[in-house]
């Protein structure tokens, strides 16, 4: 999890908070409203619909404590095409990828190079 500032350039006057967001962007667990530094926990991570949206990532000065996801079964970390880096974590055989295209398709060559080698 690392947080993001929102850099969404709106058509109306609508300020961009920073938030906190897991790894592939699809989760938001806090946020921090424009202007203020108090970081605001959500009870249930949130689903964030991305389209449109841009974010960069901005260093936790804040001094909020972030807990890592724990995650059950193995977990490898694989290098991307763009050398991003990926959690791909197997669980009871199913397995799952934090990229964008396993969120989208259900698979991903990260998981299937995986596969091969266990």
Excluded at 22 to 40: I, M, P
Excluded at 60 to 66: A, L, S
Excluded at 83 to 91: A, M
Aim: with cysteine.
């Amino acid at each position: 999890m690392k947080f993001y500032e929102e850099t969404t350039k709106w058509e109306v006057s609508t300020p961009n908070h920073t938030y906190l967001l897991s790894d592939d962007k699809s989760k938001a667990f806090a946020y921090v409203r424009a202007g203020t530094r108090t970081v605001f926990k959500f009870k249930a991570p949130l689903r964030l619909n991305l389209r449109g949206r841009t974010f960069k990532a901005v260093p936790n000065t804040f001094g909020y404590k972030i807990e890592t996801e724990q995650v059950e079964g193995r977990v490898w970390t694989v290098k991307g095409s763009k050398g991003d880096e990926y959690q791909v974590s197997e669980h009871s055989g199913n397995f799952n990828c934090t990229c964008s295209g396993f969120r989208f398709r259900g698979q991903c060559r990260h998981v299937e190079s995986i596969r091969q080698t266990v």
